[in-house]
């Protein structure tokens, strides 16, 4: 008996949580540990999100699609703004790709801690794990969109160049943006109920400062050049250009000034968003 409770309790391993030490804070070795957790959470978000509903996930082609034929019927054929050459819904659809992914990312994990009250103060986990799981689960929307907009620039014929090869890393400068702001708000959320309130008018007013029914070539003819550096510190301008200019080829101009104000601003959100959710972190049992 004696030697079974020894060795029981020599397999027992105890786990010293100790304050993080530098700039963000962040232990990025633990956050791997718990990768399993991570993936299981993210699936988890995109079941939910669809769960008991009569069409499941065909909501992710629905809703862009629906705006697109809004947009298009409103600023391509009633205001009759320029589209640079490029098919008004082609245009209005590749900017709802990472718009929807951002919208829906934000929407998300503003609200994920207050929703896993359970898991916060009775299970030890790196909390980062919660809104990151949420921001991520829109991955799955965007690919089903992204199929949708194929099918698309086939009806169209329109035909990507190289710049498509640049993709990635305008996807990765969405996630950024999307993640760093879903940080800031989880977080704020946390101690101030009034943000899941504020949310949803923010991203329905970023949806109409963002070029998506519009070109940045448009809004930069019409309003005064000392205001377009407050619209490129818009994070989500840059990555719809970016976007733009990669899908629909050479017709589509990059601003890179404008680009490096967006990637900058996407950065700082996000390294910000690591340190205040990090700062925040240690209270979050207590108030929720």
């Known amino acids: 008996m004696e030697t079974a409770i ?3 309790s020599r397999a027992i391993q105890e786990r010293v949580i100790k304050a993080r030490q530098g ?27 669809y769960k008991q509903t009569v069409i499941g996930i065909a909501w992710a082609v629905i809703r862009p699609v629906l705006m697109m034929l809004v947009f298009t019927l409103i600023f391509g054929k009633v ?9 008004y819904p082609i245009l209005t659809f590749v900017a709802l790709l990472p718009w929807q992914f951002f919208a829906n990312s934000v929407s998300e994990s503003s609200s994920s801690l207050i929703a896993s009250p359970a898991l916060i103060s009775k299970i030890y986990f790196p909390r980062l794990i919660i809104p990151s799981a949420s921001a991520m689960s829109g ?22 160049t190289l710049n498509v ?10 996630l950024m943006s999307s993640l760093g702001i879903s940080l800031w708000f989880s977080a704020m959320n946390v101690k101030y109920r009034d943000v899941r309130h504020a949310v949803p008018f923010l991203v329905q007013l970023g949806l109409f400062v963002s070029p998506v029914a519009y070109t940045s070539s ?13 619209y490129w510190l818009n994070p989500m301008a840059g990555v719809i250009d970016g976007f733009r200019w990669a899908l629909l080829g050479t ?5 890179y000034h404008g680009l490096a104000l967006s990637a900058g601003m996407a950065l700082v959100l996000l390294v910000t968003g690591a340190i205040y959710f990090r700062n925040m972190e240690k209270t979050f049992a207590d108030v929720i």
């Open 6 to 8: 020894s060795k029981s």
């Open 23 to 49: 700039l963000i804070g962040i232990n990025f070795t633990e956050l791997w540990q718990y990768r399993e957790l991570f993936l299981f959470m993210t699936w988890r978000n995109v079941l939910i999100r």
């Open 79 to 87: 205001a009759n703004l320029p589209s640079d050459g490029v098919p």
């Open 139 to 160: 991955i799955v929307d965007f690919i089903v969109s992204f199929t949708v907009f194929i099918g698309l620039m086939v009806w169209y014929r329109f035909v990507p």
């Open 165 to 174: 090869l640049w993709l990635p890393l305008f996807f990765l400068l969405a």
């Open 218 to 230: 448009v809004l930069s003819s019409r309003i005064p050049e000392k205001w377009q550096l407050i």
């Open 251 to 255: 017709n589509i101009a990059l601003n």
